[in-house]
């Protein structure tokens, strides 16, 4: 049986049937900023990943997602950030459902700080630690680990698009840190 | 320009669509606990709906409806508890975007402490402490207001159904309120 | 009976004992983060308390202070809006005991983003919208009302002290807006 | 170099000094619900201390304890941690500082729902998942992993005493489970 018959089977999207529910019905996300914690959990390190966009250009992102029909948001956190960081990452999703903040992506630019050409999307967005070794999938070139500071400077987040550098420092302010 | 106009120019989506849609996409919604405050911003009563289910039975329900294409999570907020407790409920929409709690609705019953036989829906749930005069509108008979000793009784939980007991009893703990 | 003799009898600190538990136990504080919201609960403005500091300077304050024996966090919150916002303010004191942050102030310059030299405080941190009119009372020369772009601008950041600053962007970003 | 000494030199407090200001201030606290965590984060137990109370009572306990002068509230929660749990708990204090909820204990019972009669105490309460080994330490007969459904049962309520209940019942309240 393969993936698209699996799709199928639980009532998942065709990409046909995705365009159109994109262009009707808000969309749900989940985010997850990768962390590095201490031993007392304090915050040593924040993972961004590296791609190349459409025209050449590299950007930074946090780890994104559609979460699926059926799908539980803890599954969905899950899934994604193996897909980005690789089987090995260890990630401990939260123990609570609420997340740090809720992002609105919309279609329309300047909306919201949020911006998303294909879609209306609502993120809820968490922060993972992960404990392991993290190795960037699919199309990530790379997974750079920096420091919170580093991660508040305003040259990292001139290299991130569509909200997701306000969505950092979002997390950022949460976890107490200066920005 | 009927009401039917507008949802299609806004690219909203007709029963047939939305019922497609519900087998396929996990339904973002926005509920909310509605609340009396003191002075010093101390609950005094929780609002609670009475509606008569399709079976004649009278049932207890929260504030709850669904986010459209293009509307930002608080404006569903306002339309929703507009659309139930009236125009001159006076409701005092949180500042900020994050949820008390993610109420997770699955068809399938037992996969959550949620369930909704007609979608897979994903709601946001806010405290939103009320202030002008509520007149329940539309399907619902009456809207009740409860301390909260009342409202975490057993008795009322018993006429709640699909997880909004469960629901109501989370928000008087985020509230401090032994439960 | 005076003040005094209430604070006495309550076993509330002479300036003598204050000074000496302070050098020996951290000091519970809250902190508020006034704000004007528009009818849909978004974030109008944020207030800033404009104070001279003992060097003539003049420099930006969020509203913080003790709490004392025997009262409640939010019976402190009211009185100390209450004190430097005047009694005509209407806060609307947040019906849950969830603070946006925790503010930890060290003695130590650097141990934290949060200094006080006169103790080791920890602040429960909350946003308060305000409802009626704000007249500086006190020490205070006055209110001022920034948009949040204009709050979470860097000249702003350069007229707060302490951390309270950061305190001031934590805010904004709990709101959900760009920082 | 005895640890009195140390105390001393930090400027803590001596058994008088903290009597008296118990009398005075509200005491800071940390507090924390020991879970264990399945890969996906859920929580598949919560873990419960066993003392005999001064009567020989039986009683079940969240890890609770006061924050130190110029302690910071990750390095409280650390130490409680392993004074009740052992050195081998590895427990993984939360990255942020926003505690699930701020229990309020007073000295007066039934002034809130948590009640301290040698203080009035403020602490900040936190879920924390530990990973490692728990080997009760002091004065602890055992620590008890319970289901969350267990946790939640009115015979474990029972068992608790000054609030302690109505605090495990939020934190099950938070992590989404029903209550």
Redesign the interface.
């Given at each position: 049986m393969t993936w698209t018959d699996v799709e199928r089977q639980l009532?998942?999207?065709s990409q046909e049937?995705l365009d159109t529910?994109r262009?009707?019905?808000?969309?749900?996300y989940v985010e997850a900023v990768p962390?590095r914690?201490d031993?007392?959990?304090?915050?040593t390190a924040v993972g961004l990943l590296l791609r190349a966009s459409d025209d050449g250009a590299i950007q930074r992102e946090l780890v994104s997602g559609r979460?699926?029909?059926?799908?539980?948001?803890?599954?969905a956190?899950?899934r994604h950030l193996e897909k980005d960081l690789g089987p090995m990452a260890l990630p401990?999703?939260?123990?609570?459902?609420?997340?740090?903040?809720?992002?609105?992506y919309?279609?329309?630019p300047g909306?919201?700080?949020f911006h998303d050409p294909r879609q209306?999307a609502?993120a809820?967005a968490f922060?993972v630690?992960v404990a392991g070794d993290c190795a960037p999938q699919q199309d990530a070139l790379d997974l750079a680990w920096l420091s919170p500071e580093e991660a508040a400077h305003a040259r990292i987040q001139a290299e991130m698009f569509g909200?997701h550098g306000?969505l950092l420092?979002?997390a950022?302010?949460?976890?107490?840190?200066?920005?």
């Open positions: 009532g998942w999207l049937e529910a262009g009707r019905l808000p969309i749900l962390v914690v031993a007392a959990g304090a915050v979460v699926l029909y059926h799908e539980k948001v803890r599954d956190l899950m401990r999703i939260p123990a609570s459902p609420v997340p740090f903040t809720v992002a609105e919309f279609p329309t909306a919201t700080a209306h609502v809820l922060i630690p909200g306000v420092r979002q950022l302010a949460h976890l107490g840190h200066p920005i």
